[in-house]
Protein backbone atom coordinates (compact mmCIF):
# COMPACT_ATOMS: atom_id res chain seq x y z
CA UNK A 1 0.00 0.00 0.00
CA UNK A 2 1.48 3.27 -1.01
CA UNK A 3 2.76 5.53 1.98
CA UNK A 4 -0.43 8.28 1.40
CA UNK A 5 -3.23 5.56 1.83
CA UNK A 6 -1.54 4.06 4.50
CA UNK A 7 -1.73 7.81 5.92
CA UNK A 8 -5.02 8.22 4.92
CA UNK A 9 -6.35 5.05 6.59
CA UNK A 10 -4.47 5.73 9.58
CA UNK A 11 -6.04 9.18 9.83
CA UNK A 12 -9.36 8.17 9.07
CA UNK A 13 -9.15 5.71 11.85
CA UNK A 14 -7.99 8.17 14.48
CA UNK A 15 -11.00 10.49 12.95
CA UNK A 16 -13.15 7.53 13.94
CA UNK A 17 -11.92 7.17 17.25
CA UNK A 18 -12.16 10.42 18.32
CA UNK A 19 -16.08 10.74 17.61
CA UNK A 20 -17.41 7.53 18.20
CA UNK A 21 -18.36 7.27 22.12
CA UNK A 22 -18.96 4.76 24.18
CA UNK A 23 -21.66 3.90 26.13
CA UNK A 24 -21.46 5.64 29.39
CA UNK A 25 -21.78 2.61 31.70
CA UNK A 26 -18.75 1.63 29.50
CA UNK A 27 -16.58 4.54 29.98
CA UNK A 28 -14.10 4.00 32.91
CA UNK A 29 -14.45 5.84 35.75
CA UNK A 30 -11.47 7.74 37.69
CA UNK A 31 -10.31 8.56 40.94
CA UNK A 32 -9.02 11.94 41.33
CA UNK A 33 -5.77 11.18 41.61
CA UNK A 34 -6.00 8.74 38.56
CA UNK A 35 -7.40 11.65 36.39
CA UNK A 36 -4.16 13.20 37.79
CA UNK A 37 -2.26 11.45 36.39
CA UNK A 38 -3.77 11.15 33.35
CA UNK A 39 -3.68 14.59 32.85
CA UNK A 40 0.01 14.71 33.60
CA UNK A 41 0.11 12.21 31.16
CA UNK A 42 -1.61 14.34 28.74
CA UNK A 43 0.25 17.06 29.10
CA UNK A 44 3.65 15.58 29.07
CA UNK A 45 2.81 13.71 25.36
CA UNK A 46 2.37 17.26 24.19
CA UNK A 47 5.34 18.53 26.05
CA UNK A 48 7.40 15.96 24.20
CA UNK A 49 5.51 17.31 20.94
CA UNK A 50 6.46 20.35 21.70
CA UNK A 51 8.84 21.12 24.17
CA UNK A 52 8.07 24.86 24.97
CA UNK A 53 8.42 26.36 28.53
CA UNK A 54 4.86 26.79 29.71
CA UNK A 55 4.49 22.95 29.40
CA UNK A 56 7.35 22.50 30.98
CA UNK A 57 6.37 24.79 34.15
CA UNK A 58 3.41 23.43 34.55
CA UNK A 59 4.72 19.60 34.63
CA UNK A 60 7.02 21.04 37.39
CA UNK A 61 4.31 22.62 39.74
CA UNK A 62 2.40 19.00 39.05
CA UNK A 63 5.60 16.61 40.22
CA UNK A 64 5.57 14.98 43.54
CA UNK A 65 7.71 16.00 46.06
CA UNK A 66 9.14 12.84 45.74
CA UNK A 67 9.40 10.24 42.73
CA UNK A 68 6.34 8.11 42.55
CA UNK A 69 5.09 10.17 45.92
CA UNK A 70 1.52 11.01 46.92
CA UNK A 71 0.12 13.73 43.81
CA UNK A 72 -1.30 15.48 46.47
CA UNK A 73 1.92 17.19 47.55
CA UNK A 74 3.55 19.24 44.56
CA UNK A 75 6.51 21.24 44.08
CA UNK A 76 3.76 23.87 44.03
CA UNK A 77 1.17 23.39 47.10
CA UNK A 78 -1.59 25.25 45.35
CA UNK A 79 -1.96 22.78 42.02
CA UNK A 80 -3.54 20.35 44.06
CA UNK A 81 -6.06 23.20 45.56
CA UNK A 82 -6.35 24.19 41.91
CA UNK A 83 -7.04 20.60 40.14
CA UNK A 84 -9.45 20.31 42.91
CA UNK A 85 -11.10 23.95 41.60
CA UNK A 86 -11.09 22.45 38.00
CA UNK A 87 -12.70 18.94 38.68
CA UNK A 88 -15.35 20.93 40.44
CA UNK A 89 -15.79 23.24 37.18
CA UNK A 90 -16.00 20.52 34.90
CA UNK A 91 -18.39 19.02 37.35
CA UNK A 92 -20.77 22.02 37.66
CA UNK A 93 -20.94 22.80 33.64
CA UNK A 94 -20.35 20.53 30.34
CA UNK A 95 -18.82 24.04 28.65
CA UNK A 96 -15.42 23.81 28.49
CA UNK A 97 -14.07 27.95 29.56
CA UNK A 98 -13.60 30.43 26.45
CA UNK A 99 -9.73 31.10 25.51
Known sequence: MPMSESFEAAAEGALRRQTERMDEADEPL???DEAYRATFHFIHQY??????????????????WTPGGDPRQTDDPATWDDWIKSVQAAR????????
Open 30 to 32: LTL
Open 47 to 64: YKREPIDPFLLLLVSMTP
Open 92 to 99: ESDELPAL
